[in-house]
């Protein structure tokens, strides 16, 4: 395999750095400053990421992840790895180009496996970094890391499913844009090991969901965005 990096990538690079030189390293402090200001860190996002995000997508840097052309800029991975390389600099770079976690992978499933109706409500505004969403699949009394071990339950009644379960280290789930999460949980205990689980859309606001606590990381609380223990009931 050839790992050299093609004339687009060059070009991207070239682009990122820049921009990260010009517009988000001087702007970290600024973030910082805007989050303090608040009453609480984890009521409002600071100004100046609509700002960046603003002039990134102005630029083209946006959604840099999707490896499609239809919401994407067409990039492999090999392709994308190394602009990550950049964007990571900066705990805010991520998001000023719309590239940050979870919501690249809750993307990436919107765009895989949802419906038109789904991809209307939900992956649009994700595409236009116009609201957060959260992925919850690890839970408290299990080893979560192993998917197959996680207990909360997703059970069909009529035309709606009951969800029942806690989740916690939802990351990005105390942001006050987070809308929905995408919830594992099991729907055939009874299947053979590695079928049991399924996958559900579940909008923050739904009755019955409810966050508990933000969980720090070694001291750090990652606001406005955070870490969530939520209860599904």
């Not at 990421?49 to 499609?68: D, I, Q, T």
């Not at 090999?78 to 180009?97: D, K, N, Q």
Request: proline share 7%.
């Amino acid at each position: 395999m050839n790992f050299d990096y093609s004339e687009k990538v060059k070009k991207y690079q070239q682009q990122i750095h820049s921009f990260m030189e010009e517009y988000v390293f001087p702007n970290e402090k600024v973030y910082e400053e805007q989050l303090n200001e608040q009453d609480s860190r984890w009521t409002a996002v600071p100004p100046i990421m609509e700002e960046l995000k603003a002039k990134a997508r102005e630029e083209g840097l946006w959604n840099l992840f999707l490896p499609g052309d239809t919401y994407g800029a067409g990039l492999t991975n090999l392709e994308y790895a190394p602009l990550c390389e950049w964007m990571g600099r900066s705990l805010i770079g991520p998001e000023v180009f719309n590239c940050n976690a979870p919501d690249t992978g809750n993307m990436e499933v919107l765009v895989q496996y949802g419906s038109a109706e789904q991809k209307e409500k939900w992956l649009e505004p994700l595409l236009k970094g116009e609201i957060r969403s959260c992925f919850s699949m690890t839970e408290p009394d299990v080893a979560s890391s192993d998917a197959t071990n996680i207990e909360a339950r997703i059970e069909r009644q009529g035309d709606e499913y009951v969800i029942n379960g806690r989740k916690w280290w939802s990351s990005g789930a105390g942001d006050p844009r987070c809308k929905v999460a995408i919830f594992m949980g099991k729907t055939d205990p009874d299947a053979p090991k590695y079928d049991q689980q399924s996958m559900v859309l579940v909008p923050l606001d739904t009755p019955g969901v409810s966050i508990k606590r933000l969980l720090p990381v070694f001291g750090y609380d990652h606001a406005p965005h955070g870490h969530a223990e939520i209860d599904f009931e």
